[in-house]
Each structure stands twice: as structure tokens, then as C-alpha cells.
């Protein structure tokens, strides 16, 4: 069992920056993929990032790169998003997700998580 909580979103003008946090319960925490996703109102839930369990490779959705990046600190058990450059189209409410087991294959699906976050809203201003 995984719980999630994530934290560090807010107000913030386009072209700032935030940091969101994800803590993690549970154990192997480390053996986890996980994902960062986002839903804006109205739209779907999508992809925004995702980290592997052992060397931490990571992917993001076109519309990140280059200004999102995600790390994993396994000694605190959390995932970061730092996000850089921020556009009014990044407005969303950001969810953190982990894979359906230890060693699980997780890519830009959303079936590919089981365990998710509350959400936390992040609102850019332009």
C-alpha cells in the first residue's frame, strides 16, 4: 500500500517558477515508478512526467520539456517537480502517481499508476 500526498502548489506569474513535493508512504517506496499528471478544468487528466525506480530515467510530455524537471529523493521517499518558465497553460490541478506494484512498468498512461495523490492546484497568472 502507497499513500501519497503532494504539496507546493500556489499562485504564481508566467514566466515563474514553483516546486511541487510528493510524500510517499509505504514501503519499497524506492521500487516504485512514478508520475506527475495534471487536469485542467474541463480537459482530460494528462501525462506531465514520470521517473523509473532504479536509475531514475525519466520522460515528459512535449509540452514540459525542457522547462519541468523530476527527481526522487528514495532516502526521504518524495518526488519533486520543479517547474521552470511557467505559461497560464500550465494551469491545473497536479497529481502525483505511483506504478501498480514494486518493479512495475509505468510510462504516460494513467492505467499504468494505481496509487494517486489528492492534488494540489497550481495557477499561473499572466
Known amino acids: 500500500q502507497v499513500q501519497l500526498v503532494e504539496s507546493g502548489g500556489g499562485l504564481v506569474q508566467a514566466g515563474g517558477s514553483l516546486r511541487l513535493s510528493c510524500a510517499a508512504s509505504g514501503r519499497s517506496f524506492n521500487n516504485y515508478a512514478m508520475g506527475w499528471f495534471r487536469q485542467a478544468p474541463g480537459k482530460e487528466r494528462e501525462f506531465v512526467a514520470r521517473i523509473g525506480w532504479s536509475i531514475g530515467a525519466t520522460s515528459y510530455a512535449d509540452s514540459v520539456k525542457g522547462r519541468f524537471t523530476i527527481s526522487r529523493d528514495n532516502a526521504k521517499n518524495t518526488v519533486n517537480l520543479q517547474m521552470n518558465s511557467l505559461k497560464p497553460e500550465d494551469t491545473a490541478v497536479y497529481y502525483c502517481?505511483?506504478?501498480?506494484?514494486?518493479?512495475?512498468?509505468?510510462?504516460?498512461?494513467?492505467?499504468?499508476?494505481?496509487?494517486w495523490g489528492q492534488g494540489t492546484q497550481v495557477t499561473v497568472s499572466s
Open positions: 502517481a505511483a506504478a501498480r506494484g514494486p518493479f512495475a512498468i509505468a510510462g504516460s498512461s494513467l492505467s499504468d499508476y494505481y496509487y
